[in-house]
T-cell receptor, first 113, second 115 residues
């Protein structure tokens, strides 16, 4: 059974700092992995999707990496801004096109001005 | 990408009543899902909404409590039946888009409070 863990649960950094959020998964046979952002009381916004055959994906100041062999993914945020404050969730999809997304508990990020 | 809308965005309901949540996608999606997010928790999958047939429920969720319909490729409803305060959660609709590497998108959620 796939389990997804995110560390740390909460993080507070000053504006401008580069930071890394961690995600680990127990079953390396994944189809893909997605990173989401959730603002308080809102739905999820998809940030990056990494296919199982890929090592990383980039979008603006965000870079996500995937290492299937070690069961890890990281989300790198460069030059953080107060607007980046939110909860970040990673989710691993099972090993087929119809597999389910299994979510981690999330990392709540606060970027202080 | 796909844009997903949900109605209502929030509601306050009395114990024992039922609420139906609507989910509309702006394009056809291969799969649709319903999730629950309890306060301070991550997302839990309730069921996969299958077009034209009965939904596939996850362990711990049953059709009598959470009936789901999906009449076509862009619309689904979730009903929360015979509600109790423990049903107070955010309910999120999600769709998987076939032309975007099967990326999964989410609606804005329905915040339900049961008194």
């Amino acid at each position: 059974k796939q389990e997804v863990t995110q560390i740390p649960a909460a993080l507070s950094v000053p504006e401008g700092e580069n930071l890394v959020l961690n995600c680990s998964f127990t079953d390396s046979a994944i189809y893909n992995l997605q990173w989401f952002r959730q603002d308080p009381g809102k739905g999820l916004t998809s940030l990056l999707l990494i296919q199982s055959s890929q090592r990383e994906q980039t979008s603006g100041r965000l870079n996500a990496s995937l290492d299937k062999s070690s069961g890890r993914s990281t989300l790198y945020i460069a030059a953080s801004q107060p607007g980046d404050s939110a909860t970040y969730l990673c989710a691993a999809r099972g090993s087929s096109n119809t597999g389910k997304l299994i979510f981690g508990q999330g990392t709540t990020l606060q970027v202080k001005p | 990408s796909a844009v997903i809308s949900q109605k209502p965005s929030r509601d306050i309901c009395q114990r024992g009543t039922s609420l139906t949540i609507q989910c509309q996608v702006d394009s056809q999606v291969t799969m649709m899902f319903w999730y629950r997010q309890q306060p301070g928790q991550s997302l839990t999958l309730i069921a996969t909404a299958n077009q034209g047939s009965e939904a596939t429920y996850e362990s711990g969720f049953v059709i009598d409590k959470f009936p789901i319909s999906r009449p076509n490729l862009t619309f689904s409803t979730l009903t929360v039946s015979n509600m109790s305060p423990e049903d107070s959660s955010i309910y999120l609709c999600s769709g998987r888009h076939p032309s975007s590497y099967n990326e999964q998108f989410f609606g804005p959620g329905t915040r339900l409070t049961v008194l």
